[in-house]
């Protein structure tokens, strides 16, 4: 290899090296205090919409971090929550929550069975994409690429943040919520794209069934 072409690459590693800080778990810990109150000391939250953040993947909860402060993702309480942190704080609030264990939640027995099929099977007749394709059959997410964690979540804040992805894929008017992930800004978010394919009562079916994962 040529002189020339060493330094290329080298500039090249420099370059992509993540600009992402790296975070601090125990310091984390400290910052976390102020959290508690909606979120629960180890990150299980009291629950109804006050989503659970503790075994969720850091890379995701960053983003997500993030995309509060930048208001990518709207949402008052959270906002405020974030607006005075530094990218620092946010990475090593992440890494806090991360560690912690998920405690999980229980289904509606009624809701198991279409729950079930959705999520590990999706909806033919509608184009609905199953659940577990990037959730994972046991809810955990996948890491690596920010698909979040889902097992045991709050139901109601589970059918909440569909809706919202919903009324951003499909443009509805009068909406309680918009959340928006289309991170590429070319329109396909891929949770607005799945969402825009859901009736009522499947939102309420597998938000009831994922509650109930991962025990
Ligand atoms: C007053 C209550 C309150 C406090 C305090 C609070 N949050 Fe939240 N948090 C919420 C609510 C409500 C939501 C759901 C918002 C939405 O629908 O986007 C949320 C959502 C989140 C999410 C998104 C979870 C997901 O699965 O996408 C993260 C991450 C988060 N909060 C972290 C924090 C951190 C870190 C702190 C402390 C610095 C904090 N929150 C303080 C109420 C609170
Ligand atoms: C093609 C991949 C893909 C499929 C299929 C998919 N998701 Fe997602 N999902 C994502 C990504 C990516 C995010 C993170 C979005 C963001 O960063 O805001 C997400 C986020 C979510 C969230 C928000 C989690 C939180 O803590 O706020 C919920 C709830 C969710 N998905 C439920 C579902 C359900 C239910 C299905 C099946 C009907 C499904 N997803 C199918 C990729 C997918």
């Not at 975070?23 to 810990?29: H, L, V």
């Not at 939250?45 to 709207?74: E, I, N």
């Not at 099977?121 to 509608?126: E, F, H, K, L, V």
């Amino acid at each position: 290899m040529n002189k020339l072409k060493c330094a290329v690459l080298m500039l090249m590693t420099v370059v992509a090296a993540p600009v992402l800080a790296v975070g601090d778990a125990e310091a984390g810990k400290g910052k976390a205090a102020v959290c508690a109150a909606c979120h629960g000391q180890d990150g299980n939250s009291p629950g109804g919409d006050f989503p659970s953040l503790a075994g969720q993947g850091a890379k995701y909860t960053l983003k997500q971090l993030r995309d509060y402060k930048s208001g990518a993702r709207v949402n008052g309480i959270m906002q405020a929550q974030v607006a005075g942190l530094s990218d620092q704080d946010l990475a090593d609030l992440a890494a806090f929550y991360a560690g912690q264990t998920a405690k999980g939640g229980s289904a509606n027995p009624e809701y198991v069975e279409l729950g079930e099929r959705l999520y590990r099977g999706g909806n033919p007749d509608s184009g609905l994409a199953a659940c577990a394709g990037c959730h994972s059959p046991t809810g955990e997410g996948l890491e690596a690429a920010s698909f979040p964690a889902l097992a045991g979540q709050h139901a109601s804040y589970t059918e909440t943040q569909l809706r919202a992805f919903r009324a951003s894929g499909r443009g509805d008017l009068g909406a309680p919520a918009y959340r928006a992930n289309d991170v590429e800004g070319d329109g396909l978010g891929m949770m607005q794209a799945v969402a825009a394919k859901m009736s009522d009562v499947e939102i309420r079916a597998v938000a009831s069934y994922i509650s109930g994962l991962g025990k």
